[in-house]
Every structure is written in C-alpha cells, then in structure tokens.
C-alpha cells in the first residue's frame, strides 16, 4: 500500500523522499499549477513563497543548529539548498527557482513516487500526510474542519514577541496578577507616564510591514496589532493590553501608569510572551520601539510578533508525538499547518511525519527525536498543553535543559542525540 501525501511543498517534499529512499511507495498530490494558493506563483514543488533565506548556518543559531540536525537525518530539502545556495553572509540563501527546480526534478525522477497534479477535495483512505500548508485549499479546509472541529482550525497568527528570561531586568518588573498580588502568573513591566508617552509615541510612528490582500482580514477578528490600536488614541491602550488596574507594584504599593504583561512561555522560564503584543512593526522596529520598555531595555528576542494568514490546526489537542490524528490511526500532519513557523521547520515536520507514516505501516512504535534537540523541541513544542497555541519557529528556548551558559555543550548533545536517534529508527526500518 502506497503512503498518500497531499501537498507538494516543504513539508509534502521531504516526506516523500524520506519515505521513498527507504524503499517505498509514495502517491504526492500537489493541486498547483492547475489550482493555485494567494501566495505561490509557479507550479514547481517545493516553492518558496516569500524570502529566499533558509536563515542563520551558524551552529550556535538554534536555526543552524536545526539544519545541521537536518543535514544529519539527510534532508532533501537542507540538501538541496546547501547545492543550489548563493551568497548571503551568516544566513543560507538560495537561488530561489533553482531550488525548487532542483527538488522538482529528484521528485519527479523517484521511481518510487507518484506525482499527481490535482486538488484534493477530501481526505483520502489509507495512510495519509497532510501537508497543505498555511495555504491549504478552501475544499479541503472544510474537510479538515469536519475532522478535527471547528474550534481546533485557526487561520491566522497573531503572534506577540517572545523575550529571551535571561535578558529581562526584572530589578524594574514585578509578579502579580490583576487583584492577585500572591500570584505569579504574570511578570510586569511597569511605566511611568513619561515613559508611556515616549513609548506611545514611538510606537503609532514607527515602521510597520504592509499586509497583503489576502491578509487583511485579521483586522476584524478582534486581534488588532499594537500600533492599529494604539493609533485610536493616547488612553487606548490604557484600557487594553497595558492596563494596570488591580496590579500593585510592591516596590511602590501602588498601581503604576502603564503595565506591559509578559507571560512565561515554559515552565522554566527560559521564554516570556509580551500579552496582546501582536503586530505588524518590522522586526527592527519592534526591537527599537519594545526595548523602551525599562524592564525589556535589553530584551533579547526568541520570535518577533507578527499577523498574518496561517491555517493551522489546534496540534497540542489533536496531535500525538507521532504527529498523527488522536483517534484516527493513519492520518498524519506535517508542515506549518501543524503549528511550527518558518521553511525549515515546516520541512522537520515533513521529514519526522514522512518517517513516523512508514513506522506505522511497518508496525514500529515511532519515538521522536530527544526534546534536547531541535527536532524534537519542535515536535514537543506542537503536542504538548498549551494555554494559547500560537505557532513557533526554532529558538533554543524551547528545547529541554537549555541553559545559555552551556550553550556549546547543549549543541554537541543535540547532534550527537539526533545521530543516536537516526541510526536506531534506520535499524529498526531496515529489519522490518
Ligand atoms: C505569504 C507567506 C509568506 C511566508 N514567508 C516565509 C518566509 O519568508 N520565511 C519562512 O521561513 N517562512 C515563511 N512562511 C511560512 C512557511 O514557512 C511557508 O509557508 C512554508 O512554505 C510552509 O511549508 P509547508 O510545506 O507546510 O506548506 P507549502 O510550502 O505552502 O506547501 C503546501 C502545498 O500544498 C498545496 N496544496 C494546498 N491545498 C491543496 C489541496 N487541497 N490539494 C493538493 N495540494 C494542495 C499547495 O499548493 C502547496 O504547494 C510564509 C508563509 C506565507 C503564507
């Protein structure tokens, strides 16, 4: 029986070649360029569809630490950028349509892989991947809505930046929740009103990135960037996102004028989420403009806040660690649409649900990656309870144990655990 994959992208790409080299059959439907998404403009595979960086090689970046991961578990999709690569400093930029050129071509010259150009409507019988991208067709979103509810289906990010623990100067924050001055749910970064004024008015004047038109629609589902709302008025975000009322600084017992509340990421505290932050700022502004915060002066950024057009599903509730459907042995996701972020994390999903699918029709119990390395972060990240689910990129905060202080340690135990890791599910494959 022949492993269905629907989407010929990053993640559809990967997976296909990862199960096709160990020797079986793979049907790759891919709808383009018949039918086409807002954003893809050719029909090849693997299409990059904005930015032609792969961003950071350098190990000690968790984003060249998750390629060489990658480059270990041999890739398609890092192989062929590293082959078609040009220029571009410390980060991996690749001539774009010779990329996707590439891949096409060993796709299409796999005997093992059947490419069929046609958009699939429903979910096919059988061991499937679903790996349809933030873009997924609107017949086949309907579908998945059916299979996974409506509530676990999200088609936008609003993501507000995470802050690096250990640059935060919590000499200038303080714990509390509203009307709860025992509680440390939330750290709080308070401003005096002189401070909020030169932080309001950097902010309503600061660079922001255009949307496009398929994106605009966020602006009516209630989750307006920072600087939309803050352009309504000087008091709007006194009354919104940086409210004080009910949060009493101890150091002064009294409320302060202004409040931005960072909420802890993982439990140890290596990541903190700035609370209704999401927005539309370049990256560099929202640094310049963020770390006017006195508590966030040299915050370190893990992810940028950002808003755009994303189909993703509700992964900790309907993911297990294999990234297949709870209850529905058979059905995989991979890709962005599983809640990761970025072109070589979508395409680590493709890889992992490319091998987890074979597992399952060979009868293996499939084990990810240790959560020590990035692979295995992403993958933890995604099934693991969450209280607001928003899609994440690779960063080191998110993988088990990381300590800044031992940084080089935490790489050399990564690649060395990812090797453990590929040598056994390879024996495993190879004996089944
Ligand atoms: C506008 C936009 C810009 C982005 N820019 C960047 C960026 O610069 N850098 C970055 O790292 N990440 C970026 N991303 C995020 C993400 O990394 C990419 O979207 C990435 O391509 C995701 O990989 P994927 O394999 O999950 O999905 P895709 O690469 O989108 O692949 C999904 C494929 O499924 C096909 N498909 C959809 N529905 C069906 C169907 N019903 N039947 C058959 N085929 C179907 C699509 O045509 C597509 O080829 C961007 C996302 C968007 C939406």
Same mark, same amino acid.
């Given at each position: 029986? #022949? ?47 904005? !930015? ?47 990329? &996707?050129? &590439? *891949? ?6 796999? !005997? =093992? ?81 002189? #401070? ?10 600061? #660079? ?6 398929? #994106? ?90 950002? *808003? ?90 998110? =993988? ?33």
């Amino acid at each position: 029986m #022949e492993i269905k994959i629907i989407g010929g992208g990053l993640a559809g790409a990967e997976a296909a070649y990862q199960i096709a080299k160990r020797g079986h059959k793979v049907i790759l439907y891919e709808m383009r360029p018949e039918v086409t998404t807002p954003a893809h403009k050719t029909g090849f595979l693997s299409e990059l569809v904005c !930015s032609n960086s792969l961003k950071s090689k350098e190990l000690t970046n968790a984003h060249g630490l998750l390629k060489q991961e990658m480059r270990i578990l041999d890739s398609l999709i890092i192989n062929t950028a590293d082959s078609t690569s040009i220029p571009g400093g410390k980060a991996l930029v690749v001539d774009r349509e010779g990329f &996707s050129r &590439s *891949i096409t071509e060993k796709i299409y010259t796999n !005997s =093992l892989i059947e490419v069929k150009r046609e958009e699939v409507r429903d979910i096919p019988q059988g061991i499937v991947i679903l790996a349809t991208g933030p873009l997924t067709s609107d017949s086949l979103t309907d579908k998945i809505k059916a299979l996974t509810g409506q509530d676990n289906l999200f088609f936008f990010d609003a993501i507000s930046p995470i802050i690096e623990g250990d640059s935060i100067d919590f000499e200038n924050a303080f714990f509390s929740s509203r009307y709860r001055q025992d509680s440390d749910d939330y750290l709080n970064c308070p401003l005096t009103e002189e #401070e909020y004024d030169i932080f309001y008015n950097t902010l309503v004047t600061a #660079e922001r990135v255009e949307l496009r038109p398929f #994106e605009k629609t966020p602006y009516f589902e209630g989750c307006l960037p920072i600087e939309v709302m803050a352009g309504r008025g000087r008091q709007t975000l006194l009354f919104g996102p940086m409210k004080p009322v009910g949060l009493i600084d101890r150091r002064t017992n009294r409320e302060p004028f202004a409040v931005v509340q960072l909420r802890r990421e993982d439990s140890q505290g290596n990541m903190y989420n700035m609370v209704g932050f999401q927005t539309k700022l370049t990256y560099r502004e929202q640094e310049r403009v963020f770390r006017l915060i006195p508590a966030l002066r040299n915050a370190h950024f893990l992810r940028y806040g950002s *808003i755009h057009r994303n189909t993703y599903i509700n992964s900790p509730v309907l993911l297990n660690k294999k990234l297949g459907l709870k209850g529905r042995e058979g059905i995989f996701f991979a890709g962005q649409i599983t809640g990761v972020e970025g072109y070589t994390e979508s395409s680590a999903m493709g890889l992992l649900a490319g091998i987890s699918s074979l597992c399952l029709l060979k009868g293996i119990e499939f084990a990810p990656p240790p959560p020590e390395t990035c692979m295995g972060a992403l993958v933890d990240y995604i099934t693991e309870e969450k209280r607001d689910f928003q899609p994440m990129n690779i960063n080191f905060g998110i =993988l088990r144990g990381y300590n800044k202080r031992r940084k080089n340690m935490v790489i050399d135990e990564a690649l060395s655990l990812i090797s453990q890791w590929h040598e056994k599910i390879n024996q495993q494959l190879d004996r089944a």
